[in-house]
């Protein structure tokens, strides 16, 4: 049996059509940049966050450093985040000229651990970027509170989380001033290609990215900012509003699929080697991640039992080669470190099927019996 760490055939094969159907729409109407499908993509995400304002932009990291330019941090500014996260986190802030400031993460819910922020808090702070990490969100409830007294802006990174739900029910992205979606085509809901949004409740920051995202121009050819080219893609939209329709279903079903390894684990005897992650109500699982003893030498395992794995993330972003003049080093961030180390994600994607789930956890258990 082969179970590949994501299916997108198996995943797109049940609307095939309807994707060839609204890709035919687009060229029909030749409305290739912005036009009715972005608009209509945005009004369907700006329901779904429950945010006010959606604007579509050319990918997660696009969406990232769009939001931190309308809030206009750059040079001296510091940005506080987390060093357990894909680069395009930090990547950003470095890119709008600041300063990115790591805080250790939680080592349950891999999130920023927030009782650790206002140590790194200093009068050159300007923002937090907390990231909802594999699809569960992080604890805003004392972030939102620790940059509120501090006169400071918080930017989600919902790259990996579009429809997780805090504890209090409310969604991913609307929760800080900005939020950022990616639809690279691996996370929950994935494009053809490249893609993002950025959401907001707030109408001026929301005006401040719809233009940024066109060069500054407003109206065309009269620059009030300096933007770029941060577009999304007509067809893309297009696509991504079949597939938005379907999101919900394929929550649902990540959410049976943790539900079953949790049940198919227990019944191991491996709970004390094997640690899952802990049920959450309103986790996504955008990757289910598990964290093992050995485990390069259980993925090679796995992969030779043709089973798809994947490390995320195998270097922490303190220690990132390109970051060594922040002169971060070994030890500064244990938990991060420490997840790097022993962190594996394991097929979850909607389509898997019970079996190939039975036989991901029986490979796992062949492993450590060995
Ligand atoms: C995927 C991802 C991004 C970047 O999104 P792209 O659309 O690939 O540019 C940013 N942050 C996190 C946490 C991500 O997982």
Request: net charge neutral; proline share 6%; with cysteine.
């Amino acid at each position: 049996m082969s179970v590949p760490l994501l299916d997108l055939k198996a995943h797109h094969e049940p609307i095939y059509k309807e994707i060839l159907d609204a890709i035919e729409q687009v060229i029909h109407s030749q409305a290739f940049i912005l036009g009715p499908d972005v608009k209509k993509l945005e009004e369907r995400v700006v329901s779904y966050c429950q945010t006010r304002f959606a604007i579509g932009v050319s990918s997660g990291t696009d969406a990232l450093l769009v939001s931190l330019m309308a809030l206009e941090i750059g040079l001296g500014d510091e940005v506080i985040t987390t060093p357990y996260s894909f680069f395009a986190t930090a990547g950003s802030i470095t890119r709008v000229g600041a300063k990115p400031v790591f805080v250790d993460i939680d080592p349950v819910t891999y999130n920023i651990d927030p009782g650790k922020i206002e140590k790194a808090i200093t009068p050159k702070t300007k923002a937090i970027i907390p990231v909802h990490l594999f699809g569960q969100c992080a604890d805003m409830e004392p972030i939102l509170k620790v940059a509120k007294q501090h006169n400071i802006k918080v930017v989600e990174d919902a790259a990996q989380a579009i429809g997780a739900e805090y504890k209090d029910g409310r969604r991913a992205g609307s929760m800080g001033d900005l939020g950022c979606l990616s639809f690279f085509p691996s996370k929950n809901l994935g494009a053809m290609g490249d893609g993002g949004m950025v959401v907001t409740n707030d109408p001026e920051l929301a005006e401040k990215v719809r233009i940024l995202r066109v060069h500054g121009g407003k109206p065309k050819y009269y620059h009030k900012l300096i933007g770029g080219n941060f577009r999304l893609d007509a067809l893309q939209a297009a696509i991504l509003r079949v597939k938005l329709r379907y999101l919900d279903g394929w929550s649902k079903t990540r959410r049976e699929n943790a539900e079953r390894y949790r049940a198919l684990f227990g019944e191991t005897g491996l709970t004390d080697r094997v640690i899952l992650p802990k049920d959450v109500p309103g986790h996504i699982y955008n990757q289910f991640v598990i964290r093992v003893p050995e485990r390069d030498r259980l993925q090679a395992f796995l992969k030779e039992g043709e089973i798809g794995t994947e490390v995320y993330y195998p270097l922490p972003l303190h220690l990132q080669e390109c970051f060594k003049g922040l002169e971060y080093s070994k030890g500064d961030f244990p938990n991060a470190e420490q997840a790097s180390a022993d962190s594996l994600a394991i097929p979850s994607y909607p389509e898997l099927a019970p079996a190939q789930q039975a036989y991901v956890v029986k490979q796992v258990e062949v492993f450590y019996s060995r």
